[in-house]
Each structure stands twice: as C-alpha cells, then as structure tokens.
C-alpha cells in the first residue's frame, strides 16, 4: 500500500497549533474576519452611546467642572488688578477698584472686602441707596456671565458635552473591544509592546489633559480678556456653547500633542528613527512645534501659544534621552 498522504485539514491544525503557540491567535477566513470586525464596531458604538446616556444625567456636575476655570481665571485677574465685584443685589454689574473709592469713601480691612453691594436702606421717611462693602466670594454669581444667545444654543451644549464625554468615559471600552479583535493576531512580543505603548500613551494623554485643565486654562482666559480690553472691547460675558467648546477643545488638544513620545519612540522601536536623527532635527523641530501649538491653540495669543510649547519640547527631549539610552543597552547586548 502506497504512503498516505497528509490532508491538508491535518496540516491545518499544525500550522494553528504553532501560531497559537507563539502568541497568534486562529486561523479565520476572511468573512470570519468580517464578522468579527462588525461585532467589533456594534459594541464600540453601544458603549459611546451608553456612556453618552451617563454624561446626560451627569450634566450639571460635568458643567460645574468645567465652569471652574472660568471662576478662578476672574479671581486672578481680580487679585492682579485689585478689583472687587459691584452688585445690586444678585445681579453682577461689574469690576470696580477700591483705589478710585477711597478718595470719597473710607472702608476699613479693605484687605478683606471682596464685593460692594448697592442695598436700599430707609432713613428716616424716604429711601436711599447705600454701598455696603462685603467679605462673600462675588465669583459664586459668576454663571450668570455664560449665557445662551440663541434658544438652540441649550440642546447644542447638552450635546457637545454628551458627546466628548461620552467618547473619553467610552475610551477604555473601545480600546478594550478594539483589542480583542486586533490581540489574537500579534506574537507575545508584539503584545507586550503594544500593551506598554497603551499604558503610556494613556497615561500621557491624562497628563496633558490635567496640565491644561490647572494651569493652562485660566492663564489662557485671563489672556483672551485682557487682550479684548486692550482693543477697547467689553469680555464680561461669555457664549455657553463656545466656552464650553474652547474649553473641550482645548483639553483635548492638549491631551493629543502629550502622545508625541508615543510616536517618536514607536518610530524608534521599528528602526526609523535614532538618537542620532532625532539630536540633529532638534532646531527643524522648534519651528514644527510652534507652528503645530498654533493651529492647536484656540485662543491664538503667542503666551498660551508658548505655554502649550514649552511642554511638548520637554516631551521632545524625553524622547531623545530614552531613545539614548535603548541605543547604549542594544550596544551592550551586542
């Protein structure tokens, strides 16, 4: 009897058995594929929708937070220019300077007085209007300066904030869904690296997200109105949807520039680019830089335009010194 040979199912299995083996996942065809791949979107779009559903009934906490900076970018400029609010009873009219007072009215621990308020007092059979100085905070009537000028301007705000949040609440989800497609595929070497590049990148992502959130954010305000009094205009009030959209937008751009060592060092690892390269296009990069920080800057100022700079160039040289030090352990390896 003559040989048998081997099906080509028996084989197979070997081939699937030793892709398994070193860290592939099994053989599919290509509407396998597909098929996977159409799950894959169903449940990335369920989760955005589900987590936009969350940010719905968390609205009013999501807009207190993002209202934050707005309040402590006037406390600055109050505190820089030595103003206190002027209201009459809740109603905030506007910044007065206790200097320009004093020369007609004596306030005592002006230190202390953080708003005048204009009160009705009687005296005797008629009514008068007195300024009566006071120590309450005048910035807890502050979102009386966001205000929607068009009766839409409500939905569209719900929905803008819906949306981003959604799509970071959902983030996690969908790397996790976007994985189980993608992980099967790769070897365990692969793996471990696309698991170190994902912890990095988020962790940066969040870094630049916080850093705009506290720092750059109020300055950049402060800036935006100091800059429309310097043209003569009035900034004392603010269009809810765009601060809440410059606000968003601003956040996550920043949150995107901070993936910079994500893509050098990947570009690294693959054999594209060294320590070497990287030193010498240092001066092309400071140009590259400005010139990216200012399409991402909303607000254009050159302050905010450097402040968003100074960060990724520190990023930029964090970079070079770890793609330093790959390089000097493959020498010692070799």
């Known amino acids: 009897m003559s040989e048998e040979v081997p099906r080509p199912t028996d084989e197979l ?16 065809t290509f509407l396998e594929h597909l098929e996977d791949l159409r799950w894959t979107l169903i449940k990335c779009m369920s989760a955005i929708v589900i987590s936009m559903v969350v940010c719905f009934s968390l609205l009013d906490n999501i807009i207190s937070i993002l209202k934050a900076p707005l309040k402590e970018a006037e406390a600055l400029r109050l505190q820089s220019k030595k103003q206190v ?3 009459i009873g809740d109603e905030r009219l506007a910044n007065v300077s206790l200097s320009s007072l004093t020369n007609h009215i004596t306030f005592e621990n002006t230190e ?3 708003s005048l308020h204009l009160v009705p007092e009687k005296m005797g059979t008629n009514w008068v209007m007195t300024l009566r100085p006071s120590t309450e905070d ?8 966001l205000k929607n000028y068009k009766p839409v301007d409500g939905f569209l705000v719900a929905f803008h904030l819906m949306l981003y949040g959604g799509m970071v609440i959902s983030a996690p989800f969908i790397i996790f869904f976007i994985g189980q497609f993608v992980l099967p595929a790769l070897k365990i070497h692969e793996k471990k690296f696309l698991y170190q590049t994902t912890g990095f990148g988020a962790g940066l992502f969040m870094l630049g997200v916080l850093f705009c959130y506290f720092v750059m954010m109020k300055i950049a305000i402060v800036a935006l109105v100091q800059f429309s009094n310097w043209l003569g205009f009035s900034a004392d009030e603010w269009n809810a949807r765009d601060y809440m959209t410059f606000v968003i ?7 995107l520039s901070f993936q910079l060592p994500v893509v050098l060092l990947t570009m690294v690892k ?3 680019l060294n320590y070497i390269k990287l030193s010498k296009f ?5 140009v590259i830089n400005l010139t990216i920080c200012a399409f991402l800057t909303p607000t254009g100022d050159p302050f905010t335009l450097l402040l968003m700079a100074l960060p990724l160039h520190l990023l930029y040289e964090m970079s070079v010194l770890i793609s330093r030090v790959w390089a000097r352990n493959d020498a010692k390896k070799a």
């Open 249 to 255: 937008k601003f956040m996550l751009a920043m949150g």
């Open 138 to 145: 005048p910035l807890d009537t502050l979102q009386d300066r």
């Open 270 to 272: 693959v054999g594209f």
């Open 13 to 28: 299995v070997v081939d699937q058995e030793w892709d398994e083996t070193a860290g592939g996942g099994p053989v599919k």
């Open 85 to 87: 609010g002027f209201l």
């Open 112 to 114: 202390e007085i953080h």
């Open 282 to 286: 240092r001066p092309y990069w400071v």
